[in-house]
């Protein structure tokens, strides 16, 4: 089955400036990849996605890219902000396969 | 606006007693995930049905944990008996499809004492 592999588990930032999370995947017909934030004692929902047929994708300060060559995925938030902080999963899976997560990071953005 | 129903939203319990969750998924939604998630990190899979069909339930105690679809418009996840370290938030979420958007319930914060 798929194994995701989600670095850091917790990462912590000056406001104004970029965090990166970076995911791995092991199965190559996973072709869909979305990112979920969770706020403390809420539910994770979703905050951008990416399909294999595209390298990049952008929401305003959020991008994702990926590279279905080394299987990884990355999520990138420009000029974070303390709402910013939170837990943000990755997922990777495919429409005949299960969605399965990344362990997670926990992103600090200190004002 | 369609969200994804969970019940309880807590739930104490003493250690052997049976625990049951629901849900009630999207409607139109045909993928349901069960996931347990323990210390605000962590979102574990227990089980994966489609059109109600388990597909994967690989990740689930099956001495303990029963997952079923009984209707198109509810899913349920059993414990029993329940241990204490059966405590963590359960999630249920549901989707179109597997690779679609999940949205997911608000979960059960269960604690088994």
């Known amino acids: 089955g798929e194994n995701v592999e989600q670095h850091p588990s917790t990462l912590s930032v000056q406001e104004g400036d970029s965090a990166v999370i970076k995911c791995t995947y092991s199965?190559?017909?996973?072709?869909?990849f979305p990112w979920y934030k969770q706020e403390l004692g809420k539910r994770p929902q979703l905050i951008i996605d990416?399909?294999?047929?595209?390298g990049e994708k952008k929401d305003q300060r959020i991008a994702v890219t990926l590279n279905k060559t080394a299987k990884h995925f990355s999520l990138h938030i420009t000029e974070t902000q303390p709402e910013d902080s939170a837990v943000y999963f990755c997922?990777?899976?495919?429409?005949?396969?299960?969605?399965?997560f990344g362990g997670g990071t926990r992103l600090m953005v200190k004002p | 606006d369609a969200r994804v129903t969970q019940t309880p939203r807590h739930k104490v319990t003493e250690m052997g007693q049976e625990v049951t969750m629901r849900c009630q998924p999207i409607?139109?939604?045909?993928?349901v995930f069960w996931y347990r998630q323990t210390m605000m990190q962590g979102l574990e899979l227990l089980a994966y049905?489609?059109?109600?069909?388990?597909?994967?339930d690989s990740g689930m105690p099956k001495d303990r944990f029963s997952a079923e679809m009984p209707d198109a418009t509810l899913a349920t996840l059993k414990i029993q008996p329940s241990e204490p370290r059966d405590s963590a938030v359960y999630f249920c979420?549901?989707?179109?499809?597997?690779?679609?958007?999940?949205?997911f319930g608000q979960g059960t914060r269960l604690t088994v004492v």
């Open positions: 979420a549901s989707g179109f499809r597997a690779d679609t958007e999940a949205f």
């Open positions: 199965d190559s017909a996973s072709n869909y």
């Open positions: 990416i399909r294999s047929n595209v």
């Open positions: 997922a990777a899976g495919n429409a005949g396969n299960m969605l399965t």
């Open positions: 409607l139109g939604h045909n993928t």
């Open positions: 049905f489609r059109n109600r069909a388990p597909l994967d």
